[in-house]
T-cell receptor, first 113, second 116 residues
Framework: GENVEQHPSTLSVQEGDSAVIKCTYS??????FPWYKQELGKRPQLIID?????GEKKDQRIAVTLNKTAKHFSLHITETQPEDSAVYFC????????????FGSGTRLQVQP | DARVTQTPRHKVTEMGQEVTMRCQPI?????VFWYRQTMMQGLELLAY????????DSGMPKDRFSAEMPDATLATLKIQPSEPRDSAVYFC??????????????FGPGTRLLVL
């Protein structure tokens, strides 16, 4: 089945700096890669996603890149703000075996004002 | 703005008691997921259904957990008997899958369970 590894587990940046979170996956047939943001005590909420036929996607300050050959994808947040502080989860949707999302272990991002 | 709903939002119970959690998926979604979230294990997939049929429950302890979808608007997760190690936040999520295309998966607000 799919295995997703996420790094780093914690990340602290200064307001205005960029933040990058990286994930690797194991199932080369995986075709869908969402990123979720979870604030303390709240539900995970989708912030951006990318499909396997696209290499990069951007939405304002957030971008995701996908390297299918290397089987890794990354979340980039530019001009970080204190409200970006949260736990971020990557996920990959496998296309073999269990056809469901497998989540990374999460990255706790702290943006220092 | 359609949302996944879950009840109860909080549950405190004693070890050995039965716990039932309910989820109403977004209308039109054909896939429902149950996740458990703890500090140590992150987001674990317990079970999921497509078109109300159970597809995978390999993440669920079979001896005490059961998941059902009696109709398209209700999914349930039961724990009987409950144990302190079951204390966690249980999320339901729903999404639409068309062929091999996975659409966005939306999470409910979660049920925070504490077993004493």
């Amino acid at each position: 089945g799919e295995n997703v590894e996420q790094h780093p587990s914690t990340l602290s940046v200064q307001e205005g700096d960029s933040a990058v979170i990286k994930c690797t996956y194991s199932d080369s047939a995986s075709n869908y890669f969402p990123w979720y943001k979870q604030e303390l005590g709240k539900r995970p909420q989708l912030i951006i996603d990318i499909r396997s036929n696209v290499g990069e996607k951007k939405d304002q300050r957030i971008a995701v890149t996908l390297n299918k050959t290397a089987k890794h994808f990354s979340l980039h947040i530019t001009e970080t703000q204190p409200e970006d502080s949260a736990v971020y989860f990557c996920a990959a949707h496998g296309d073999t075996g269990r056809r469901a999302l497998t989540f990374g272990s999460g990255t706790r991002l702290q943006v220092q004002p | 703005d359609a949302r996944v709903t879950q009840t109860p939002r909080h549950k405190v119970t004693e070890m050995g008691q039965e716990v039932t959690m309910r989820c109403q998926p977004i209308l039109g979604h054909n896939t429902v997921f149950w996740y458990r979230q703890t500090m140590m294990q992150g987001l674990e997939l317990l079970a999921y259904f497509r078109n109300r049929a159970p597809l995978d429950d390999s993440g669920m302890p079979k001896d005490r957990f059961s998941a059902e979808m009696p109709d398209a608007t209700l999914a349930t997760l039961k724990i009987q008997p409950s144990e302190p190690r079951d204390s966690a936040v249980y999320f339901c999520a729903s999404g639409l899958v068309l062929g091999r295309i996975q659409e966005t998966q939306y999470f409910g607000p979660g049920t925070r369970l504490l077993v004493l």
